[in-house]
């Protein structure tokens, strides 16, 4: 296991995180979207992180583990988003009978996003890409450092 | 690859240097799923590993210095049963890389009193 393959790790989280933050930022800005191609209006997605065992062909083949052994294979994870799924949670209705797209009654159903509570995935989603940018700085010097020795 | 020039001293600080190594890699994947939910934070053995060297198994090789990964048992729970936390990780992230500069250091200061010995002082 080398540098490599702690920076596939990191960078795996980072990717996860950026696609989070996409779906994030689609919400929002379809807070109140009321018509999509599929038909109704737009519903909350939401992503599912899955954790993997690191590839087999990303681990180096253990010639560098010199005089430790190294990790099992099962003992590090990169982490993945499987999936995008839609919220189910019920529609927000709103009373304007003027709108368009109201139904018989008068209403109109908007998105089932919470912008709050998106504001605050966004937040969260953001401080764990920050955390693993540092797990890459962390990586990178100690690298250096290695390079550095008897230089 | 005792001798000479590698002394037990280097040896030992390779071998520091590689579990520090291998800490890295476990914090790193823990941070990368701090947000996978069900995942369980993991910590590598320290004490054990030291321990396990000290004890004996006096292979020159250091074969039996085999660092185990275990559930961190100081993990706090979570409603989503993940277990990491950001600070706590980031904490030791800091102070696994923190040591490990300065191991490398160390043996690169000894690396250099070899060369002063045998270019002299000049």
Do not use: C, W
Not at chain 1, 82 to 105: C, I, K, M, Q, Y
Request: hydrophobic share 45%; glycine share 6%.
């Amino acid at each position: 296991m080398d540098v490599n393959d702690i920076l596939a790790i990191s960078a795996s989280a980072l990717r996860a995180e950026r696609l989070r933050l996409d779906v994030i930022s689609s919400n929002l800005a379809n807070a109140n979207t009321t018509r999509t191609p599929e038909g109704g209006p737009y519903r909350r997605r939401n992503v599912v992180f899955e954790s993997h065992m690191l590839e087999a062909g990303a681990r180096s083949a253990e010639a560098d583990s010199g005089t430790l052994a190294s990790l099992s294979t099962d003992a590090v994870r990169t982490v993945e988003v499987t999936r995008v799924v839609e919220d189910t949670s019920p529609l927000r209705l709103v009373f304007d009978p003027g709108h368009p797209d109201a139904n018989a009654e008068g209403y109109v159903a908007y998105p089932n996003v919470n912008p709050v509570a998106e504001m605050v995935d966004l937040m969260a989603a953001t401080r764990a890409y920050e955390a693993n940018v540092q797990a890459v700085n962390a990586t990178k010097r100690m690298a250096e450092a290695a390079l550095a020795i008897g230089a | 690859m005792p001798g000479i020039l590698f002394d037990p001293t280097m040896q030992g600080l390779a071998e520091a240097l590689t579990l520090r190594q291998r800490r890295h890699e476990v914090l790193a994947s823990n941070l990368a799923n701090v947000e996978t939910p069900g995942y369980r934070a993991r910590e590598l053995d320290f004490a054990t590993a030291l321990q396990d060297a000290f004890a004996g198994q006096e292979t020159d090789d250091g074969a039996g210095l085999a660092p185990r990964v275990v559930e961190d048992p100081t993990a706090p729970a979570r409603a989503d049963g993940n277990p990491v936390d950001l600070d706590m990780q980031m904490a030791k992230l800091a102070s696994n890389g923190t040591g490990y500069l300065a191991l490398a250091r160390i043996l690169g200061h000894r690396i250099g009193l070899l060369r002063q010995a045998i270019e002299g002082t000049r």
